[in-house]
């Protein structure tokens, strides 16, 4: 018999045990559309609003609420299982999936309203920063082309990519006489306030025209504001493991290590615990005194 939604809810929140009371501001702002509560039932879904009630402390200034998929497999028992519930929420549009420049394997996972609102954070700044000209006229441009790639190519492109011509067609799509008329300046737009970043990997592809890209491009969506966020999750995972490293045999009791205040990373110890358990460097042993972490020794 399948299991029911609440049941699914259950062993998750068994899993990684009891969450925190959220802030009031925090509850007070939820609703359906950032919560994802209207997607369908799935692990996946369950175990992302845990690990960001449970988070210590807010992203980076600028970023939206983000977990690492890493750390959504410390609290999935299934990794299989979790990748599948995962490519099934981003493609009804309940999260969204973005590459962190923090590590080659790093993928940052967002609920759906929380990355909206990022995206008009961005057009805001944007509009802040308009050249002076015709009183209200430049702002108003730079903040519709924000507006178009939330109403157009976000819902269009759940996976984590978009190319050049589809993008522009896109955007051309967003509403009203100035999107008819998107191309390069707006694409060089989203990629200075971060919502796109050029995708670098092996098969991308390459530009045949000048600017902001050509019909070969292949551009990934980012994580706004994703610099101070990454630096962030590298340098806090790498704070975490040298100090691991210099204890005997590699290893600290956990409760030991959960009063360590990082220097590093605002996002707290047991924030990069989860990551690094998820990502396979660290180990967890179970031991009379208690849980023990491990890093993992590789090659």
Same mark, same amino acid.
Request: hydrophobic share 45%; proline share 10%; charged share 20%.
């Given at each position: ?27 007070a ?24 009630a ?11 609420p ?16 979790a990748?599948r ?19 080659p ?12 609102a ?13 050249p ?7 702002a ?21 990519s978009?190319a050049?011509? +589809?993008l522009?067609? &896109?955007? #051309? *799509?967003?509403? !009203?006489?100035? $999107?008819?008329? =998107?191309?390069? %300046?707006? /694409?060089? @737009?989203l ?17 045949a ?9 292949l551009?990934?969506f ?16 790498? +704070?975490?493991?040298? &100090?691991? #490293? *210099?204890?005997? !045999?590699?290893? $600290?009791?956990? =409760?030991?290590? %959960?009063? /360590?205040? @990082? ?12 990551d ?24």
């Amino acid at each position: 018999m399948a299991s029911s939604p609440s049941a699914k809810r259950r062993r998750v929140e068994a899993a990684a045990g009891p969450p925190p009371p959220p802030p009031a501001a925090a509850a007070a702002e939820s609703d359906g559309d950032a919560d994802g509560d209207d997607a369908p039932p799935s692990d996946a879904l369950a175990a992302l609003h845990l690990l960001l009630a449970q988070a210590a402390a807010p992203p980076p200034p600028g970023a939206p609420p983000f977990a690492l998929v890493s750390q959504l497999y410390t609290v999935l028992a299934d990794r299989t299982d979790a990748d599948r519930d995962l490519d099934a929420l981003a493609a009804a549009g309940a999260v969204r999936i973005v590459r962190l420049p923090s590590g080659p394997d790093d993928r940052a996972v967002c609920r759906r309203g929380d990355y909206a609102a990022a995206v008009a954070s961005c057009g805001a700044r944007a509009a802040a920063a308009a050249p002076a000209g015709a009183p209200g006229a430049p702002a108003r441009a730079a903040a519709a082309v924000f507006a178009w790639f939330a109403a157009a190519v976000l819902p269009a492109c759940p996976g984590e990519s978009v190319a050049y011509g +589809e993008l522009v067609r &896109l955007l #051309r *799509r967003g509403g !009203g006489a100035g $999107a008819a008329r =998107a191309g390069d %300046a707006h /694409v060089a @737009l989203l990629l200075r306030e971060g919502c796109l970043v050029r995708a670098t990997r092996p098969g991308a592809g390459a530009g045949a025209g000048g600017g902001a890209g050509g019909g070969g491009d292949l551009y990934d969506f980012a994580l706004p504001c994703v610099g101070p966020a990454a630096r962030a999750v590298r340098a806090g995972r790498e +704070e975490l493991l040298g &100090l691991l #490293r *210099r204890r005997r !045999g590699g290893e $600290a009791p956990e =409760a030991a290590l %959960a009063r /360590v205040r @990082l220097r590093a990373s605002p996002l707290g110890v047991r924030w990069h615990v989860r990551d690094l358990l998820g990502s396979g460097a660290l180990a967890r042993a179970l031991t009379p005194a208690g849980p023990m972490l491990r890093v993992v020794r590789r090659g």
